[in-house]
C-alpha cells in the first residue's frame, strides 16, 4: 500500500497542520475511519482513511506542519511494514562537502610542510581550529530541515539537541522534545507590536488566508457599493404562517434567511451577466448559479456551496444549509463542498447588525450583506405614517465585471421577490 500523503483539502491549500491524531501507531483501520484532524486554510476537518489495514507508522507529530504532498503515515496490509527512508544527500549538503573536499587538497599538502618546519605542540594548535568547523558543519548537515524550522520558530539551539534520527540527525521531535524539557524561548514580538500585559497569539492556517486573500481582494478588486432597503412585512407574514401551518420544529422549519438565499439565485436567474468573475482579458459568466453561504465558525469563516442551486426549490434550499453549516460548524464537510462558488451571501442580521458592506471573495463577482429586519416609522402608500418592517441589502460588486446599472438591476429583482414572497415557492 502507498505512503498517506498530506492531502490538498482546498483549492489554496500548500500545507496542512496536523491538530491530532485520533489513532495511534499500530492501531487496526477501516477505510472511512477518521484517524486525524488536519487543519487547512480553511477549515480545521476530520481526515478519514483512504485504505484498509493498519496504521503501522506516523511521521508527522501533533502539531506539525506539513507541505501538500509530503508523508504523514503508512498504513500497511498484513504483516506489511513501512519502506525504511533512504537518506538523500541534499542539494546544499553536496555543495559544501564538494567545498570542503577542494580546500582539504591544498591544505593536505600544506600540512606535510608545515609537518617537517614546525614542532608538534604547533601543528596541534593549528589543526584544532579546522576541526571544530568540521564539527559545526557536520551538525548543521545532520538537523533535517523541518528540525531547523521549528527549532527557530521555538528558540531551540540544535547544537544542545541530541539526534535521535539516522546516524544522529536532529528530527523534529527531538527540537520539540528539547523545547519541552528546557522551556525554549519564544520568539520575540514584532518591535513595533505592544506585548505588555497581553498575549501574542499565532494565526492559524485559516487566519491567515482570510488575511492574504481580503487584502489581495480590497486591493486589486475595484469595488463599488450598492445598498436597498426593502419591505421586509410580507416575509414577516410568510415566515408567520408557515409556523402556524404546523411547521414548527427548528429542524425543519424555513426561516427568513431560506428566503433571502433562493431569491438571491432566482434574481441572478433573471439577470445572469451578474452570475460572473473576471478572468484576465475576459469576463466568465457561468451556466450554473453555485451558491456559497457564509458560515462562521470558532477559527474564522468558511463558505459551503450549493452547487447548481437554480434547480434547487426553497425546501432543498433550506434543508442543504442547514446540513452544510452543521457539518462546517463540526469539521465534517468535504473539500469540494467550500470550494468555487458563483457568488456569496453573508447574513449578519441574526447578530444585530442592522446594515454592512462585506468584502469580495475573488474571483466571485459580488458578494450580498444582509441586515437585520427592524421595525421603523414608514409612509404608507395613504401617506400616513406607520409602523413597517425594513431590511438593509448591500451588494459589494467587483466594477471589472458588473457596472452600476447591472448591479442596480439585478437588486431591484431581488427586491421584487423578497417583497412579494410567494414568487419564491413556485
Not at 408557515?242 to 422549519?253: C, I, N, P, V, W
Not at 426549490?313 to 446540513?323: A, F, G, N, P
Not at 470550494?339 to 475573488?362: E, H, K, R, W, Y
Not at 406607520?386 to 465585471?401: L, N
Request: net charge negative; glycine share 8%.
Amino acid at each position: 500500500m502507498p505512503e498517506i500523503q498530506m492531502p490538498k483539502l482546498s483549492d489554496t491549500m500548500t500545507e496542512g497542520t496536523l491538530v491530532s491524531w485520533k489513532k495511534k501507531k499500530g492501531d487496526k483501520v477501516s477505510a472511512g475511519d477518521v484517524i486525524a484532524e488536519i487543519e487547512t486554510d480553511k477549515a480545521t476537518m476530520e481526515w478519514e482513511s483512504p485504505e484498509d489495514g493498519t496504521l503501522t507508522e506516523i511521521y508527522v507529530e501533533e502539531g506539525g506542519k506539513v507541505n501538500v504532498g509530503d508523508k504523514i503515515a503508512f498504513i500497511g496490509g498484513e504483516g506489511e511494514e513501512a519502506p525504511v527512508e533512504e537518506k538523500k544527500e541534499k542539494p546544499a549538503e553536496a555543495k559544501a562537502e564538494k567545498k570542503e573536499e577542494k580546500k582539504a587538497e591544498p591544505k593536505a599538502e600544506e600540512t606535510k610542510k608545515k609537518e617537517a618546519e614546525k614542532p608538534a605542540p604547533a601543528k596541534a594548535k593549528e589543526a584544532a581550529p579546522a576541526a571544530q568547523i568540521d564539527k559545526g558543519e557536520e551538525a548543521r548537515a545532520k538537523a533535517s530541515p523541518v528540525a531547523r524550522r521549528i527549532a527557530a520558530e521555538l528558540g531551540v539551539d540544535l547544537g544542545s539537541v541530541k539526534g535521535t534520527g539516522p546516524d544522529g540527525r536532529v528530527t523534529e521531535t527531538d527540537v520539540r522534545g528539547a523545547a519541552k524539557s528546557k522551556g525554549a524561548a519564544p520568539q520575540k514580538a514584532a518591535p513595533s507590536m505592544k506585548t505588555d500585559g497581553g498575549t501574542r497569539i499565532n494565526l492559524s492556517g485559516m487566519r491567515k488566508i482570510i488575511a492574504q486573500r481580503l487584502a489581495e481582494s480590497l486591493g486589486p478588486v475595484p469595488h463599488f457599493y450598492l445598498n436597498i432597503d426593502i419591505d421586509a412585512g410580507p416575509l414577516m407574514a410568510a415566515r408567520a404562517e408557515l409556523k402556524s401551518a404546523g411547521e414548527g420544529a427548528d429542524t425543519s422549519k424555513i426561516t427568513v434567511n431560506d428566503f433571502v438565499l433562493k431569491a438571491a439565485v432566482q434574481a441572478a436567474a433573471k439577470v445572469p451577466k451578474v452570475n460572473a468573475s473576471f478572468d484576465g482579458d475576459a469576463v466568465v459568466q457561468y451556466a450554473d448559479i453555485d451558491l456559497a453561504i457564509a458560515v462562521a465558525i470558532e477559527d474564522g469563516l468558511v463558505a459551503p456551496v450549493i452547487r447548481a442551486a437554480q434547480t434547487k426549490s426553497l425546501r432543498e434550499i433550506s434543508e442543504l444549509v442547514k446540513d452544510l453549516a452543521n457539518r462546517a460548524r463540526n469539521k465534517r464537510m468535504k473539500p469540494e463542498e467550500f470550494q468555487g462558488g458563483s457568488f456569496t451571501v453573508s447574513n449578519l442580521g441574526g447578530m444585530g447588525i442592522d446594515s454592512f458592506f462585506a468584502i469580495i471573495n475573488p474571483p466571485q463577482g459580488f458578494i450580498l450583506s444582509i441586515g437585520a429586519i427592524v421595525k421603523t416609522a414608514v409612509v404608507d402608500d395613504s401617506d400616513q405614517i406607520i409602523v413597517g418592517h425594513r431590511m438593509s441589502i448591500g451588494m459589494s460588486c467587483d466594477h471589472r465585471v458588473i457596472d452600476g446599472a447591472l448591479g442596480a438591476e439585478y437588486l431591484k429583482e431581488l427586491r421584487h421577490l423578497l417583497e412579494n414572497p410567494a414568487l419564491l415557492l413556485v
